[in-house]
């Protein structure tokens, strides 16, 4: 399976921060990365597919980047509904996987 | 708005068995039979694990190695539903579940997991 490395962990921002969140594949998965954020007690929410496409509703402060291996996501000015955890998903192979999650604290 | 909503979860001991059931909203703008599908689960050591997809039509279907053999995820398009049969559970199979579509309408699936249900979960104990 590929494995997925985020980083960091986590990391403490402040509100107008420009924050970016790295995600590294153990093999070569093209372009089919996707980012989620998800809150406490909630499912998770599609940000962006393929590397670079935002989904629907998502504000444009989002933007994600890479190919190959390494991708990133990045929050250009962080605002206070962005503290969450966000997590990197690989769709290259047909066995989907998971990055373990960034938390972004305050 | 679309939405899905998962039902069926509950605690179980080692060895049990469990049905999770999905449905997707009768809304003209989810014709659900249009979608691969997927189940998901979450725990808080592992984070987040796919666990199975299906394929709008069903004939595509595939696993987690760690649950292939013990888990069978179908479908019903005419009822807008998804299930997941748990079988041989184990502790580890101790998770919320969430069933997913998988993003853009009769798409491979590439494009991440666009909608999602509220999660049951399954606790799995003696």
């Known amino acids: 399976d590929i494995q997925m490395t985020q980083s960091p962990s986590s990391l403490a921002a402040s509100v107008g921060d420009r924050v970016t969140i790295t995600c590294r594949a153990s093999q070569g998965i093209s372009s089919y990365l996707n980012w989620y954020q998800q809150k406490p007690g909630k499912a998770p929410r599609l940000l962006i597919y393929?590397?670079?496409s935002l989904q629907s509703g998502v504000p444009s402060r989002f933007s994600g980047g890479g190919s190959g291996t390494y991708f990133t996501l990045t929050i250009s000015s962080l605002q206070s509904e962005d503290f969450a955890t966000y997590f990197c998903?690989?769709?290259?192979?047909?066995?989907?996987?998971f990055g373990g999650g960034t938390k972004v604290e305050i | 708005e679309v939405q899905l909503v998962e039902s069926g979860g509950g605690l179980v001991q080692p060895g049990g068995s469990l049905r999770l059931s999905c449905v997707g909203s009768e809304f003209s703008e989810f014709t659900f039979s249009r979608y691969w599908m997927s189940w998901v689960r979450q725990t808080p050591g592992k984070g987040l694990e796919w666990v199975a997809i299906?394929?709008?039509?069903?004939?595509?279907?595939n696993y987690v190695g760690s649950v292939k053999g013990r888990f069978t995820i179908s479908r019903d398009n005419a009822k807008n539903s998804l299930y997941l049969q748990m079988n041989s559970l184990t502790v580890e199979d101790t998770a919320v579940y969430y069933c997913?579509?998988?993003?853009?309408?009769?798409?491979?699936?590439?494009?991440?997991?666009?909608?999602w249900g509220q999660g049951t979960t399954v606790t799995v104990s003696s």
């Open positions: 997913a579509r998988m993003n853009l309408p009769a798409a491979p699936p590439r494009y991440g997991m666009d909608v």
């Open positions: 299906i394929k709008h039509d069903g004939s595509e279907i």
């Open positions: 998903q690989q769709s290259y192979s047909t066995t989907l996987t």
């Open positions: 393929a590397t670079t």
